[in-house]
Nanobody
Framework: HVVDSGGGSVQAGGSLTLSCVASGSRFSTYTIGWFRQAPGKDRECVAVIPWSGANSYYADSVKGRFTISRDNAKSTVYLQMSSLKPEDTAVYFC????????????????????WGQGTQVTVSS
């Protein structure tokens, strides 16, 4: 299963780091994606790190502000978020894709196998 955590409430310009822990003996071969969903909006892919660690994807809205990284020894992926804006307010979900490409970051939710329960990020102006 997948457990995401690290959300909270911050003021605009602040920072948060989300964590995603995925179970499974082959974590190093899982592509991990972070998605978010704001009230009344569709789920949006925010960042993806393929299992090679290369060719990470970022949505245009977060480029230069968010960084995705992974620590395979801890079976954990991190999403460092800085310069947060009120429009970043959403429930953030991580998900894993087992058997995905080593270098192609999948942004399609249907390609993901397991999802976390979500963690709320609220950014106030």
């Amino acid at each position: 299963h997948v457990v995401d955590s690290g959300g909270g409430s911050v003021q605009a310009g602040g920072s948060l780091t989300l964590s995603c822990v995925a179970s499974g003996s082959r974590f190093s071969t899982y592509t991990i994606g972070w998605f978010r969903q704001a009230p009344g909006k569709d789920r949006e892919c925010v960042a993806v790190i393929p299992w090679s660690g290369a060719n990470s994807y970022y949505a245009d809205s977060v480029k230069g502000r968010f960084t995705i990284s992974r620590d395979n020894a801890k079976s954990t992926v991190y999403l460092q978020m800085s310069s947060l804006k009120p429009e970043d307010t959403a429930v953030y979900f991580c998900a894993d894709a087992r058997g995905g490409s080593a270098y192609r970051p999948s942004v399609n939710p249907i390609e993901y196998d397991y999802w976390g329960q979500g963690t709320q990020v609220t950014v106030s102006s």
